[in-house]
DNA sequence: TTTGCGGGTGAACAGCCGTTCAGTTAGCGT
DNA sequence: ACGCTAACTGAACGGCTGTTCACCCGCAAA
């Protein structure tokens, strides 16, 4: 046996990827083998080097790509006028948006130690990034008076934290629905935040 | 060679400790081999299983032990009069307590999945004794008025995973002191749960 | 129908893994 | 001074690791 009937590329390579982000998440990146990701997708090990040069290349590439989407996404998001209609928008855009995608969200805050020193940067950098445009609304929110921060970082920082926090917790299905938790997350941080 | 001179158990046990938590919490349970933790203890791999049967329970020591340490610690805090000072004796221990243990309490956040289930079970009844104190002061501040909460067990969730991100973030020596830090959230968990 | 190559296989590489164990020595009570 | 045991070594166990490579076959274009 050689090449698979009906094997094509544009299947397996993307097969590999969701497998692999299923496995990180689920054990972790170290603990899982590259000869469990192919028996995952049903090839061999060898075979995962026609679509990634190696394990930590295909972790960085996870990571990328789920903070390029996040990034993306938030671009569209619809914002409305004044700082804490974007504030509203973005609580609610985080929990959706990372509700949505559990597994990408869990190995983008814990195996980030696992890449080195250039990829690690350049997460960091979208994340950081990413935080930024939070801060951009505190602070525009503050500069028009209707909120009252002690300091726009922690508060950008406690912020974020507290709203990643719900996929620690959350299951569909569950009491709450989505939309509901949204609306209660949004009610602490309007308060927090408020003037 | 065969015993080291001046060599003691009660050295060597929590010097074993040490290392793995040092190394567990920089590198990830599964990304340390057994070898480096004695290496980093001046001990051969073997030496290692006089102190412990297996490196899983070698894991679940380290979290046991904070988690114990955590609650010991809380329950001896002094908490003051009413659910408003007891929120803030919580919040600002809970800060002060995990930043002083950074290391132990990464282990209790990231390294969770890799013990067995009866041992999971184990370190999630004790995180779970832990948010119960937490929910027990929000809703005693309902009760008497001071807080206004539409779902305690939200609130709960929201206000540690809020006060824990302290940990990923803060560097001492930094920006801004403990004890400001401890302000700055007791001010945003204040006013997120006010009347 | 033949050809080229994309998409695999499966074995091999050197090295590390957690764990066990027979052997050896340091320290301590007698 | 002697013996016992606590503390540790070093080698060995089978098995797994990431990665490479020579080989092979199914599919699409010529």
Redesign the pocket.
């Known amino acids: 046996?050689?090449?698979?009937?009906?094997?094509?590329?544009?299947i397996?390579g993307p097969r590999i990827r969701a497998e692999a982000q299923r496995l990180f998440a689920r054990h972790g990146f170290a603990a899982?083998?590259?000869?469990?990701i192919?028996a995952a997708v049903g090839?061999?090990?060898?075979?995962?080097?026609?679509y990634t040069?190696?394990?930590?290349a295909l972790l960085f590439d996870l990571l990328k790509t789920h903070m390029d989407g996040l990034l993306a996404a938030w671009a569209e998001e619809p914002k409305g006028e004044g700082a804490r209609a974007r504030l509203e928008a973005f609580v609610r855009f985080h929990i959706r948006y990372n509700l949505e995608r559990a597994e990408a969200v869990f190995l983008s805050y814990m195996e980030l130690r696992n890449l080195g020193p250039e990829n690690f940067a350049v997460i960091e950098g979208l994340r950081k990034t990413y935080e930024t445009e939070l801060e951009a609304i505190l602070k525009a929110g503050q500069a028009e008076g209707v909120f009252d921060l002690p300091d726009s970082k922690l508060a950008t920082m406690a912020i974020i934290a507290m709203l990643t926090g719900v996929n620690t917790w959350f299951r569909a299905g569950g009491r709450l629905s989505r939309e509901t938790v949204e609306a209660i997350y949004w009610d602490m941080v309007r308060k927090a935040v408020s003037a």
Not at 1 to 10: C, F, I
Not at 44 to 49: I, P, R, V
Request: aromatic letters at 4%; a positive charge.
């Open positions: 046996m050689a090449r698979k009937t009906g094997s094509h590329s544009e397996t899982v083998s590259m000869r469990q192919a090839v061999q090990a060898g075979a995962l080097y026609l040069p190696d394990k930590e």
